[in-house]
């Protein structure tokens, strides 16, 4: 999680990382308008596997 965050902070504001559950692993991503192919290339480039959570859909299971 650690890593994720800093990466994204390194990337000028392009997103914003919040734990969820850090014993499971669980981040929300909040990505700024118009950065969303910005932010997937970095997720791309980290190997991390991320799953989408839509808005207004409960982050918690």
């Known amino acids: 999680i650690g890593f994720l965050r800093f990466i994204f902070e390194a990337c000028d504001g392009i997103a914003v990382l919040t734990t969820l559950d850090p014993a499971q692993g669980r981040v929300v991503l909040c990505i700024a308008p118009g950065c969303e192919s910005e ?23």
């Open 39 to 61: 932010a997937e290339m970095v997720l791309q480039g980290t190997n991390i596997r991320m799953e989408e959570i839509t808005e207004g859909e409960t982050t918690w299971r």
